[in-house]
């Protein structure tokens, strides 16, 4: 059985992976900015949001993880951290555009997951659950890495698309279609889930008052 | 060499483990609802602190996670957090049912942790320690999630049971028996200790005034 | 091919390696006595930060993590709590000797790491971030779990020494020499950068106005 993702180009797959990791990283170090880190934090948090997700996933599923074992994505990382860095002053009060990055992110990562899970004999519900795991697992290590609660736990509108994006994939993998519109489907439902939640989001009551110390 | 809890029926060994992702789960569902999270983010909570400690186990031993390619633990954890999102009001007060069932789910988990460990090839020593991590594991991610000190390292009467209870089924196991009592003897002393030291504990200097914040 | 480090004595190697892991465990016993932790939370810290670097490392790459399987590092992460708790009194304010013990055991295990990612097969750039990752993984952990954002994103004067001791080992063997001195200045680089950045840190911009509860 052919990967997945087989029939998309190579170099399309990777382009898309490395725009993840970036815009990820841009998260990352937007993030770091307004916890006031200096540009080495901010470059490391970059690296560790774009590529933390992806290499959650892979030991989940017990292979080594390979974005740790190709240069391009931590360069990919570096360079958002480095131009989060340069500027910093424009976007620190840019809170709504982090969340936008993230929800991209978020919908090319749960699709590019779930394939890659089940590509390991993994099952449709598993798999789910491991596609959503690459899309959140960098913005959770992030939020825990500034001392924040992750947003995964703070909002369900945050989990909901991942896995949404992630179960139009391994649906149609398990239906026995591997017609490419199903990743490019499930990648626009968890965009779309996501950007939906981010207004419904104002009304959901998240926020502990024990929190207010943040 | 058969494995450790080979003398156990299969499907008892199975509900006990799903029992323990129940337990564990109502525990991080608990403490998800006392940090105000909404319903999904005390159902991922919930979840992360069924699997957790049984997939760190099994990444230090290098072995693929079993729980997380198994959907009925996703399931029971699921389960757990709706649970109590349902049971929201009754329980919002009740922090020593909190300890109680993070003691049976500790107890469970000990036992099959170090039993795990020690079908695959680990030594005594690292498999009580492999055991206790597997018991501790879910309930530090927990605490760390929502921004606490884990309990594990505020009250070492949460790590020493863990660490007797596995240590009697490792020492049986060293010492050439597979007496099915020994993992029920790990899990009662387990338990026991626990609960002793829930009471104990009040005496036990831990907080930090610098921790007064929370 | 022969191990990076195949020329250093064996024993010498095993007798770094716990030198380093009893330095990190002070350091991580350290901030357990600074966070008001119990004796057995300051053995549990102490432990964890001597070895979860390593343990991250052989997880990236994808082998067995090794010190979780030798009893040894768990024994001497033991010791170095036992001895912190038992120096507790005298150790309480000293914040600049916690500095040092990290920067030698920085030293140490971004070399060290970097060599065994290079015994795997892992490219140069990932082998020197998997140094450093050996290096700074232990501190990082340590600092989440007291609630504190990790040093290694707080100060570049962390992470800088650690990429840079790995990176010397690193292009050396990629230059094709296995010269036993190249380990050394690794080290040597990683610590003097280390200990330099200790003072410039004082000049660099990095808390946040919102940290000051801590």
């Not at 815009?23 to 933390?52: C, E, Q």
């Not at 825990?144 to 949404?164: F, K, Q, T």
């Amino acid at each position: 059985m052919p990967p997945v993702l087989h029939g998309f180009d190579p170099t399309l797959l990777l382009v898309l992976n490395l725009a993840g990791t970036f815009v990820f990283g841009l998260s990352g170090g937007l993030k770091g900015v307004s916890a006031r880190l200096d540009i080495f934090g901010i470059i490391v948090l970059a690296v560790v949001v774009g590529i933390a997700g992806g290499i959650t996933r892979d030991v989940l599923i017990g292979i080594p993880p390979q974005t740790i074992r190709d240069w391009r994505y931590l360069a990919v990382g570096v360079a958002a951290g480095v131009i989060t860095f340069a500027a910093h002053p424009a976007l620190k009060r840019l809170e709504r555009p982090i969340l936008i990055l993230d929800a991209a992110g978020l919908a090319l990562f749960c699709v590019t997951g779930a394939a890659t899970a089940l590509d390991h004999n993994v099952g449709a519900v598993e798999a789910i659950v491991l596609g959503a795991i690459t899309g959140v697992g960098g913005g959770a290590l992030r939020d825990i890495l500034v001392r924040e609660v992750p947003v995964v736990l703070r909002s369900g509108l945050y989990a909901i698309p991942a896995l949404a994006g992630a179960a139009v994939v391994a649906i149609a993998v398990e239906s026995g279609t591997r017609n490419l519109v199903w990743p490019l489907v499930g990648a626009a439902v968890c965009f779309a889930v996501r950007m939906a939640g981010i207004y419904f989001d104002l009304n959901v009551p998240t926020a502990s008052p024990r929190e207010d110390e943040t």
